[in-house]
C-alpha cells in the first residue's frame, strides 16, 4: 500500500462502483519507490505561509491518566477516560470523537456510491481504528459495505499525531492547489483533531504526479501514506486484532425508483424487490437525503441485501444506498 496508486489505477478504477474500493486502498504514489519511507517534513520548519480555509473548533482536553485502552475490539465502552499523558499530544477522547479521518471525497462516481463511500483509517477519541473490510469485485455485491475495527493504544495515537505535527499538519493548511493535467480524481481529505482545533487538509489527485508534485502535496502524501498502514510506520505492537466492525446503526439513503428503471437480466443476476418493514419506524419517504436507522430495529433486512434489491414502502419501489454509522457520522 506504500507504493500506492498510479494515474492510470486510478481513474480506471473511478470508472464503477464495483472496484471504488481499491481506489480508497491507497493514499497515493510514493515517489520514493515500493517500500521505501514516505516523503514527511524535511528539516524546514518554518510553517507554510499560503494558506487555505480551515475548520476551527477546540478539541476537548482532559486530565491525563495512565489507564490504557480496552484490547478488546468488540468492546462496547462507557467512558472517555482514555487522554494522552502530560507530555503527549492533546486530543479529544470521547467514542463518537475522531481522531484521525483519512478519506477520498468526490470524484467521478455515482451519487449512490458517493454517499456510502468509507474511510480508509478513522481513529477515534475512544483508542479505535477502523479500516474498510474486505471487498471483491463479484457483482451485485453487498448492499452495506463492511467495515473493520481494532484498538490502538494512546501511545499509538500519540506516534501518529507526532507524525502530523512534525510535519506541520496540527496548524492552518496551506494551498494544496497544483496545475494538474487530470480529470475526475477523487480529493484525498485527512482531518486531524488535536492540539485545541481542527485541521482539514484536502488535495484533489493527490500523488498522481502530473507534473511534479508541490513541496505541499508532498508532505501530505507522505502523512497520508504512513497513516494508511499503521502497522507498517507506527508498528504492530501498538495496534490489538483486527475484528468485523458491528455498526449499532446504518445511514441510508433513499431513492425513488419508476418498475422500468429497475434492470432485468436476461441471464445472470436480476434485481428482486423486498418490503420495508414498518417496526424499523423510518419510512423511506423520509430518507431522501438521509436517516440514521438503528440496527437493533433494521435486524438484518440491509445485511441481507445486495446491489440489486429494491425496497417497496407505502407502495413505491425504493433503491436504497446503505453504510455502518461510524464516529463522527451524522445525518
Not at 4 to 9: D, E, K, M, P, Q
Not at 86 to 94: K, L, N, R, V
Request: charged share 15%; net charge negative; hydrophobic share 40%.
Amino acid at each position: 500500500m506504500g507504493a500506492g496508486l498510479s494515474r492510470r489505477t486510478l481513474l480506471v478504477a473511478l470508472l464503477g462502483a464495483p472496484v471504488l474500493t481499491a481506489v480508497v486502498a491507497s493514499c497515493g504514489d510514493n515517489t520514493q519507490g515500493a517500500g521505501a519511507n514516505p516523503p514527511v517534513a524535511t528539516g524546514d520548519t518554518t510553517p507554510p505561509t499560503t494558506q487555505a480555509t480551515t475548520v476551527d473548533t477546540t478539541a476537548e482536553t482532559r486530565p491525563a491518566t495512565t489507564e490504557p485502552a480496552s484490547t478488546d475490539p468488540t468492546a462496547d465502552p462507557t467512558t472517555d477516560s482514555v487522554t494522552p499523558n502530560g507530555t503527549g499530544i492533546a486530543h479529544p477522547t470521547g467514542v463518537d470523537d475522531v481522531v484521525v479521518r483519512l478519506a477520498y471525497v468526490g470524484g467521478f462516481v455515482p451519487a449512490n456510491v458517493a454517499f456510502t463511500s468509507l474511510p480508509t483509517v478513522l481513529i477515534s477519541g475512544d483508542g479505535r481504528v477502523y479500516t474498510q473490510g474486505v471487498h471483491t469485485d463479484i457483482y451485485p455485491g453487498p448492499l452495506v459495505p463492511t467495515m473493520n475495527v481494532r484498538t490502538i493504544t494512546e501511545a499509538g495515537i500519540q506516534k501518529v499525531l507526532r507524525a502530523a505535527d512534525d510535519a506541520h499538519l496540527l496548524r492552518t493548511p496551506p494551498d494544496y492547489s497544483a496545475q494538474l493535467n487530470i480529470a475526475d480524481a477523487p480529493d484525498t481529505q485527512l482531518i486531524l483533531d488535536a492540539k485545541d482545533g481542527t485541521f482539514v487538509h484536502q488535495a484533489y489527485a493527490l500523488g498522481l504526479a502530473d507534473p511534479a508534485e508541490t513541496k505541499d502535496r508532498n508532505v501530505l502524501n507522505g502523512v497520508c501514506i504512513q497513516i494508511a498502514d499503521l502497522e507498517q510506520y507506527f508498528g504492530a505492537d501498538i495496534l490489538g486484532p483486527d475484528a468485523a466492525f458491528e455498526p449499532t446503526a446504518y445511514r441510508i439513503q433513499a431513492t425513488v425508483v419508476a418498475p422500468e428503471q429497475m434492470p432485468v437480466a436476461t441471464e445472470g443476476p436480476t434485481s428482486r424487490t423486498v418490503a420495508w418493514p414498518a417496526e424499523i419506524g423510518v419510512p423511506l419517504a423520509s430518507a431522501a437525503t438521509c436517516v440514521v436507522v438503528p440496527a437493533s430495529t433494521a435486524g438484518t433486512i440491509l445485511t441481507d441485501a445486495d446491489q440489486l434489491t429494491y425496497f417497496t414502502d407505502a407502495g413505491i419501489t425504493y433503491s436504497v444506498a446503505a453504510a455502518p454509522l461510524l464516529p463522527g457520522d451524522h445525518c
